[in-house]
């Protein structure tokens, strides 16, 4: 029983959908080439290999809201913590973001909706203000608008523990 689901889910239902795929790429390329390169090598030539994503352009086409602009302190300490981050860490960033490890082919001038940083206001008590506790949320995204939702952080340290709370923990939504 199981090997005939499995055999009408992955194969059946597949057939007509794989069957369109190949005919339109056959279109574009010819299959004959395609043969000279194993499946991960396809893959790469497709959709770009795990290349590390381009801060400066990230930067240029970045969209600021609630608030925010590129001279803001939080946005400075989010780029800041960016330069500091690994080549991965920063995809994970993008994909925690965008739902996507891969920076855009083309760069973020061609992502849309653009990638946006968003401010989220915390409440903050009086004595934890003045007394320099700095915002204890989490930063969290709204992939369908690739938006990083970010409260204002006082401190690097914050920002980067936090970024790598949440970009370690698989959610997005959840962490609101």
Sequence with gaps: ???LVADYRL??????VSGAFVRGMSEVINPSWLRLFNPAEVNKLISGGDADLDLEDMKRFCKYTGGLSSSSRTVKLFFQAMEGFTPEERCNVLKFVTSCRRPPVLGFKHLNPPFTIHKVTCETSIL?????ADVDRLPSA???????????????STMIEKLKYAISSGAGFELS
């Design 128 to 132: 934890a203000y003045f007394g320099g």
């Design 11 to 16: 194969n059946q239902c597949m057939r007509k």
């Design 142 to 156: 709204s992939t369908c608008y690739n938006t990083l939702k970010l409260p204002n952080y006082k401190r690097l």
């Design 1 to 3: 029983y199981i090997h």
